[in-house]
Nanobody, 129 residues
């Protein structure tokens, strides 16, 4: 059974950078579609980025395009989210999610949290001066 653990969150000043990691155990991540989502209290979970199992397709939410980059290292069974030029509105708990089923990630697509079966516990990102 796939188990996901996020790390790399923390407190950063506006304009700063963080790299989140999502490390998998129990299965190899290269057979899964991967998504990063974020959530703040009282709001629905928001799609941040996704990457296809073959790594040839990536997509980003409009609010993070040009600032965030998703990547995967299959040798380390880990997916990363590099976050640059962080803004206070990026403050949230960030989750990685995975699904073994049909392709989910598409450019400009509507990859929904409901489509991902496996989730990590989340990591807090706070952007504040």
């Amino acid at each position: 059974q796939l188990h996901l653990v996020e790390s790399g969150g923390g407190l950063v000043q506006p304009g700063g950078s963080l790299r989140l990691s999502c490390e998998a155990s129990g299965s190899t991540l290269d057979t899964y579609e991967i998504g990063w989502f974020r959530q703040t209290p009282g709001k629905e979970r928001e799609g941040v980025s996704c990457i296809s199992r073959t790594s040839d397709i990536t997509d980003y939410g409009n609010s993070v395009k040009g600032r965030f980059t998703i990547s995967r290292d299959n040798a380390k069974n880990t997916v990363y989210l590099q976050m640059n030029s962080l803004k206070p509105e990026d403050t949230a708990v960030y989750y990685c999610a995975a699904d073994w089923g049909p392709p989910l990630c598409s450019v400009g697509g509507t990859w929904s949290p409901d489509e991902f079966a496996s989730w990590g516990q989340g990591t807090q990102v706070t952007v504040s001066s």
